[in-house]
Nanobody, 121 residues
Framework: QVQLVESGGGLVQAGGSLRLSCEAS????????MGWYRQAPENQRELVATITLGGSTNYADSVKGRFTISRDYAKNTMYLQMNSLKPEDTAVYYCNAYLSPHWYSSTSSYWGQGTQVTVSS
């Protein structure tokens, strides 16, 4: 059973910083692309940032220059360093991973349960 567990969310004032973590555990053979997504109330879930197996990164325009995505491949953990936070960054942040549970399995998409980030003005 594969689990993705996010941590690090919370309440912060505008201009502040938070660091989110996402640890993948369970039966994992390989992890390809990992990413962070977010969903604000009454909005659709949107891409925040992704990082490939090779370390290539991609960011939403709204977070470029403020957020940094990274991975610890040995720990199957992904991070999102969020600086200069704005009230519009308030959302539930979800971890996503494309991974294979076994050597014979195809790659599938897995999601974490989400962590709330609230930025006050």
């Amino acid at each position: 059973q594969v689990q993705l567990v996010e941590s690090g969310g919370g309440l912060v004032q505008a201009g502040g910083s938070l660091r989110l973590s996402c640890e993948a555990s369970g039966s994992i053979f390989s992890i390809n692309t990992m990413g962070w997504y977010r969903q604000a109330p009454e909005n659709q879930r949107e891409l925040v940032a992704t990082i490939t197996l090779g370390g290539s990164t991609n960011y939403a325009d709204s977070v470029k220059g403020r957020f940094t995505i990274s991975r610890d491949y040995a720990k199957n953990t992904m991070y999102l360093q969020m600086n200069s936070l704005k009230p519009e960054d308030t959302a539930v942040y979800y971890c996503n991973a494309y991974l294979s549970p076994h050597w014979y399995s195809s790659t599938s998409s897995y999601w974490g349960q989400g962590t709330q980030v609230t930025v006050s003005s």
